[in-house]
């Protein structure tokens, strides 16, 4: 293949990006894949994420078959398993990362109108057919939601892989708590690659230039080149926040065909934007496929790229391959041992028999019926917690789709913070931990609330999901009991006969019992929520927070938990 390195692209305020072009060495005009992001178009996976790449290709060395996996970059495709099937790959850093000069500021409108050039650029060039793809995971999956909203001329398709569409709820504030995670992130992947760094930084060992440009800038100039994602997402409590204007995707002005691929165990970034995304989009061709395993996993597999490959032919390259008569969705079920693959057609699921459970305080169950009489549970407002059992299920029980729970609380804290976590145990009392995009051991499924957070978006939400409007505060008063409409995330899980589920009702992140020491990934060890975490000492201060909360239930408080059941098909 021919490969073009550091091409120039000019952007509509004159500042130029970098790019690297990958294309096949015969002469003709060929579909575009490209994607846009900060980690840096030069640093191989294997030399920036090591760790991951040996787990990625251990376990499925498919990923190396027609590849050296020399030019295999984190979270986007591989040119040498690409460029043979007839396309041309562009990997574009982001403006202040890499080789590309400017101020980075992840998300923001002047990304997605980069963006927007770039995709016009390519369009323009003679080696190009003029149909632009976007493909790519996490930053290079959530960018994508927001330059389709844009609408390029000449975009021709997008596939986001396990990333975002709304910045606010997928991302930053999980039901209106500050999740941590993008400040961790940033100075771990981002300031890194910034560019200026010149040869202080990594050298591209393909061709021996510095990932972040020749240039060198001193830490207070690379400083003045990158906003305070900490103190900007500190002091956005609210989703009318300046710094929210333009970062979430406007999904209706979204018309390109579409394949929203999500992870179940995405849960805090990678899960709940990919069916929002598919649900909320304009487009008319649309499709959503949902699967496990790691984060990245499947963005590489066979089974990942040919799906994308065979959206991306028809669309790109007018292939009549059957793409347009596929189901709308496509799930991998997820079983204690695995996956099984299934075809469906609408979400959630039509068959869905909506059950719900009533919590018992006193018992500590889950139960069809609600107690008639009342009964309450007290535990430490920021870090105790209740949890409520079913009765072992009589039968093999699939749980696919949102929930949402009901719950009565009162506190003597200023504020509440609630996390629930749905678990699964098994006959012998084990629990079972799936494994997670970004965690090993995770739980089932996840949800949060701030109480001051808990006014209703009336028009968006469904009795299976309440969807809060996150724009104002709506202050507590102590010892009053109010009730709270809380999301959980959408999950998939088919519990053995003899399982039970349980829902842990808390003041803080869910963590397992498993032992450790476990390997840190952001210098934290992953205890069922990786670095998806809420600690905050400013966001989640003693002062609003400590205290004591109370769960309400039964009688005129019947605090319940709604499950997708899944009739068999």
């Keep these: 293949m021919q490969i073009d390195w550091d091409i120039v692209i000019p952007m509509d305020d004159g500042l130029e990006l970098r790019g690297d072009v990958f294309r096949p060495d015969q002469e003709g005009r060929y579909p575009v894949l490209m994607s846009y992001g900060p980690y840096a178009k030069g640093l191989p996976f294997q030399v920036g994420y090591p760790a991951p790449w040996q787990s990625l290709t251990t376990k499925h060395p498919e990923v190396l078959r027609g590849s050296s996996g020399k030019y295999a970059n ?81 975009l021709a398709a997008i596939c986001p892989f396990e990333g975002f569409s709304d910045f606010y709820r997928d991302a930053v504030r999980h039901g209106g708590m500050l999740s941590t995670f993008m400040i961790s992130w940033y100075p771990m992947q981002v300031t890194t690659v910034q560019h200026g760094l010149g040869h202080r930084g990594y050298m591209n060992p393909n061709n021996g230039v510095p990932i972040t440009g020749p240039e060198e800038l001193d830490e207070k100039e690379r400083m003045a080149n990158r906003v305070d994602i900490n103190a900007l997402q500190v002091g956005a409590e609210l989703i009318t926040s300046d710094y929210f204007d333009g ?10 065909p579409l394949l929203s691929c999500g992870n179940w165990g995405g849960q805090g970034l990678h899960l709940r934007g990919n069916i929002e995304g598919y649900l909320r989009a304009g487009s008319k061709q649309k499709w959503l496929e949902m699967h496990g395993l790691e984060h990245w996993t499947e963005f590489y597999t066979d089974y990942g790229v040919e799906l994308q490959r065979r959206f991306f032919d028809h669309f790109l390259k007018g292939e009549d391959n059957g793409w347009d008569r596929e189901p709308p969705i496509k799930l991998q079920v997820r079983h204690v041992d695995g996956f099984v693959e299934r075809a469906e057609y609408e979400w959630p699921l039509a068959r869905t028999r909506w ?14 019926e609600a107690a008639t009489t009342s009964s309450v549970r007290t535990f430490d407002a920021m870090n105790g917690k209740v949890s409520f059992s079913t009765a072992p299920f009589e039968q093999d029980t699939e749980v696919t789709g949102p929930l949402a729970a009901t719950v009565f609380v009162s506190t003597t804290a200023r504020d509440v913070d609630l996390f629930l976590t749905v678990r699964a145990f098994d006959p012998d009392g084990k629990e079972h931990l799936v494994l997670g995009a970004v965690d090993p051991h995770a739980p089932i499924a996840q949800g949060w609330l701030r109480a ?30 109010y009730e709270l409409q809380i999301e959980i995330l959408p999950t998939c899980f088919v519990f053995p006969k003899g399982y039970r589920l349980v829902l842990t009702v808390s003041g803080s992140d869910f963590e397992h019992d498993l032992p450790g020491p476990l390997p840190k990934f952001y210098g934290k060890e992953p205890r069922g929520c990786s670095v998806m975490l809420h600690d905050h000492p400013i966001d989640r201060s003693h002062e609003r927070f400590a205290g004591v909360t109370k769960l309400h239930c039964g009688g005129i408080h019947a605090a319940s938990l709604l499950l997708p059941v899944i009739e068999p098909g």
């Design 74 to 154: 984190w979270e986007t495709a591989d040119p040498e398993r690409w460029v043979p099937l007839g396309y041309v790959c562009i990997r574009v850093d982001s403006r202040g990362a890499g080789s590309s000069p400017g101020v980075i500021d992840p998300f923001s409108p002047r990304e997605a109108q980069d963006f927007f050039d770039c995709i016009e650029w390519a369009a323009a060039q003679p080696w190009s057919n003029g149909r632009i793809g976007l493909a790519g995971v996490s930053y290079y999956a959530a960018i994508q939601w927001l330059v389709a909203a844009k609408r390029p001329p000449h």
């Design 247 to 256: 970062r979430r995707a406007d999904l209706a002005a979204v018309e390109v």
């Design 355 to 368: 059950t719900r459970m009533y919590l018992d305080a006193d018992a500590l169950t889950l139960k069809p």
């Design 452 to 481: 001051s957070h808990r006014k209703l978006d009336l028009q968006a939400s469904q009795p299976y999901q309440p969807v809060h409007s996150h724009d104002e505060l709506v202050p507590l008063e102590p010892d009053h009991i």
